[in-house]
């Protein structure tokens, strides 16, 4: 038997998983069930966990996994916690086919190009390295391209060391986006922006990493994040 507060954050956990393809961070979780504290979801997951509703995963700070619902939650929405939404999360096993054929789940190739830091900035954006295959619903408008992400600063956003990000290319994005940044022309970041006043800063989703932060003309961004593809071994 589940408290109330416990249901909300399980089926909000759920829900954000199920659509996203990643589990929402303790800031999300917080403001979401209106919450004082992140002590008060710390308190709340760990109930769900001894009750065996979701379960942490090894080696992976704050990411989460929903192992079963509440039968009434199941009933209501007549779905089980193995029902898969792909809108937002690549399968490894759909069959590519070409855009031009009529009422297919097209798959579109786009480009690797190297790794993007999400932790302490390395070499911008380089040349092509592979190709990658990606639903058409996933990129419709724009130009997309690929990043492999080095470091764990994003870990709280649900991106982790070694994960494929999906980038739409951009030169501008909305305060709060998580985006591609290229500071000083040098150094490329995946990291989320947030304008303040004259400034731009650069915030990671890592409490052991700083907000850095620049003058305007310091930072150019390069694409906005619109999915990511995680590799399971």
Partial sequence: MLTRKQHELL?????????TGVSPSFDEMKGALNLASKSGVHRLITALEERGFIRRLAHRARALEVIKLPEDAVRGAQKTEQVEDTRNVVRPDFQ???VDEPGSD???DIPIL??????????AIQHETDRLPVPADMIQGGEHFALEVKGDSMIEAGILDGDLVLIKK?????????????????EATLKRLRKKGGSIALEAANPEYETRI????RVKVQGTLVGLIRKYH
Avoid at 11 to 19: A, G, M, N, T, Y
Avoid at 114 to 123: L, S
Wanted: charged content about 25%; cysteine-free; overall charge negative.
């Fill in 11 to 19: 089926l909000f956990i759920h829900e954000r998983i199920r659509d």
């Fill in 214 to 217: 620049f003058g305007p003309e």
């Fill in 106 to 108: 097209a798959s579109v």
């Fill in 114 to 123: 190297g790794r993007i830091a999400a932790g302490v900035p390395i070499a």
């Fill in 96 to 98: 590519r086919k070409t």
């Fill in 170 to 186: 951009a030169q501008s994005a909305e305060n709060g986006t998580i985006v591609v940044a290229l500071v000083d022309d040098e």
